[in-house]
């Protein structure tokens, strides 16, 4: 990964990458270039060379070094995956962190990592302050990105060094560093090798399946959470099969996505949950910018019907494909299933969402046990999900006894409750920490969405001793009786649903809910109904 963008431009890659805003390690002759003090929002994969080569020399120039962990926390962009590649160049182990995590919990991150290095910006760290911690002060050495700092140096200070040579490591060393969404406490730090996240995850994708596979004509967009592993791993298998363009999207604001969407119509999309949400508006227009999809790709978190029916419908392709992925942090993909406008049409037998299809060929297996004895379940029966892959992370920074509790033999335990069924798919129904046996919160969510169009999204939460509490989140936070009604006459017991906006509900940094804190924020409550052992 530290020569990645060289090989690529060595080899001739003619993709040219747009962006909806400029990176934030935009070199002064970006600025320069892109008149009147901007940065500049396109690049050629020898201009991305570049950059990550100067980035190498600002880390290099800071002091750090082979073995060194850095951390870098800073405003959503794709300049995530630069600064990490930089990083890896030096032999260094790039801990990629989110901004959007509280102070506090990257205050305990940074105390677990024990890096020599932040990399960061003026803003995180006054948002830090503004929070009670003082980031700065956990690190030997920070380096902000975007302004003159008392006490950390200042990238004016590093500009213009010289990139060491590239430093090669194992295949089964540490290569790089990624939290878990975080849903119900603080993150895990996973660290995966070489080995796991490129040799086997970010290599199948390199294959250029039919159908579904990425072409050198393609547009490919990609609305992500740049700090987590999914992306880490996209950009060494976007950029190896050289589409004519990448877009990148670092916002949510279908406002401020749709110009750049129509100004490079994508072929490909991928984007988080949270973010088709927040576009799927643009999809009611008749000149919408989804026309030419023909693959759209979803990760992260679970995706509700309605949503993929709506960008199916907008596009124009004879038979576009929604190809929804399921897998964790510390294993990366475990399913596939490909959705289309057949399959999910409404009452159809493919049409819920919940079935993750069938384990990834040749990579994955998959297997349903009892939550007390781990002994396998017959089909139909739910229980928790175990994996095995040789995809599977090396192990927790600074938690290894949580690691070991999850390792059953060769076999990860996922925390999930799913059913197999006879056919060999998988059904999930809930995180465990969630899960009761008087309902599937996930099938409950699929079949209040479908029922109220009103709804942005729905969530169902568990407490002992009541009945579920649903929450429907609604664009103005109105819902009127008789629509829940209708809604709810043949499902079991909830409560009276709170309603609340997009922005009343606490998210991770990817838009998934988080569950515990909607919980207490709503009833002054934590405690659930699954163990939580496996969270």
Not at 17 to 34: G, M
Not at 150 to 159: C, E, F, I, K
Not at 451 to 465: I, K, M, T, W
Request: hydrophobic residues 40%; contains cysteine.
């Amino acid at each position: 990964m530290g020569t990645l963008f060289d090989a690529c431009a060595d080899r001739g890659a003619g993709t040219r990458v747009h962006l909806d805003r400029p990176f934030d390690i935009s070199t002064n002759a970006d600025a320069d270039e892109a008149g009147l003090g901007g940065g500049r929002t396109e690049h050629s994969v020898v201009q991305l060379a570049a950059l990550v080569r100067d980035a190498a020399g600002w880390l290099a120039a800071t002091g750090a070094r082979h073995g060194d962990r850095v951390a870098i926390v800073k405003d959503n962009h794709w300049d995530y995956d630069l600064l990490a590649c930089a990083a890896v160049r030096l032999g260094a182990v790039p801990a990629q962190l989110s901004a959007h995590l509280p102070a506090e919990t990257l205050r305990t991150l940074l105390g677990r990592l024990e890096p020599t290095l932040l990399v960061t910006t003026a803003g995180v760290l006054e948002r830090g302050r503004g929070e009670g911690v003082d980031l700065a002060s956990v690190v030997p050495t920070v380096l902000v990105l975007d302004a003159a700092v008392p006490g950390a140096v200042a990238l004016d200070d590093v500009r213009g060094h010289t990139a060491p040579r590239p430093r090669r490591r194992h295949d089964d060393e540490p290569l790089v560093i990624h939290h878990t969404s975080g849903t119900t406490g603080v993150p895990k730090l996973v660290v995966h090798s070489t080995r796991t996240i490129i040799g086997k995850l970010a290599r199948f994708e390199t294959v250029r399946y039919p159908v579904i596979g990425l072409r050198r004509s393609d547009t490919l967009v990609n609305a992500s959470a740049f700090a987590h592993g999914r992306t880490f791993c996209w950009t060494a298998s976007a950029m190896c099969l050289a589409p004519r363009k990448i877009v990148i999207i670092t916002g949510q604001d279908p406002d401020l996505a749709d110009p750049v969407l129509r100004a490079h119509p994508p072929t490909v999309m991928e984007a988080l949950p949270a973010s088709y949400v927040c576009f799927q508006p643009l999809t009611e227009r008749l000149d919408n910018p989804f026309r030419q999809v023909r693959t759209f790709v979803s990760t992260y978190d679970a995706m509700h019907p309605p949503t993929i029916r709506a960008y199916l419908r907008a596009s124009r392709h004879r038979g576009p494909v929604w190809m929804q992925g399921w897998g964790q942090t510390e294993t990366g993909p475990l399913t596939f299933r490909f959705h289309t406008r057949r399959s999910l049409s409404k009452g159809s037998p493919g049409s819920s969402t919940r079935n993750l299809g069938r384990p990834v060929p040749v990579k994955t297996r998959l297997r349903v046990v009892d939550t007390e004895t781990f002994q396998p379940l017959p089909s139909g029966q739910a229980g928790l999900v175990l994996a095995r892959t040789a995809a599977c992370a090396l192990g927790y920074v600074g938690e290894a006894d949580r690691w070991l509790a999850k390792r059953i033999g060769d076999w990860w335990n996922t925390g999930d409750i799913a059913v197999r069924h006879h056919d060999g798919t998988i059904e999930l129904l809930d995180r465990e920490v969630d899960h009761t046996p008087r309902l599937s919160c996930l099938r409950t969510e699929d079949v209040l969405e479908d029922r109220l169009p009103q709804a942005v999204e729905c969530v169902v939460l568990n407490s002992p001793g009541e009945a579920p509490l649903p929450v429907v989140v609604t664009g103005d936070g109105e819902l009127d009786e008789d629509s829940w009604q209708r809604a709810v006459h043949d499902l079991p017991p909830l409560r009276k649903p709170v309603v609340l906006t997009w922005e009343q509900v606490p998210r991770t940094g990817t838009g998934k809910v988080r569950r515990t804190a909607l919980l207490e924020q709503l009833t002054g409550r934590t405690d659930t109904c699954g163990s939580g052992r496996w969270t």
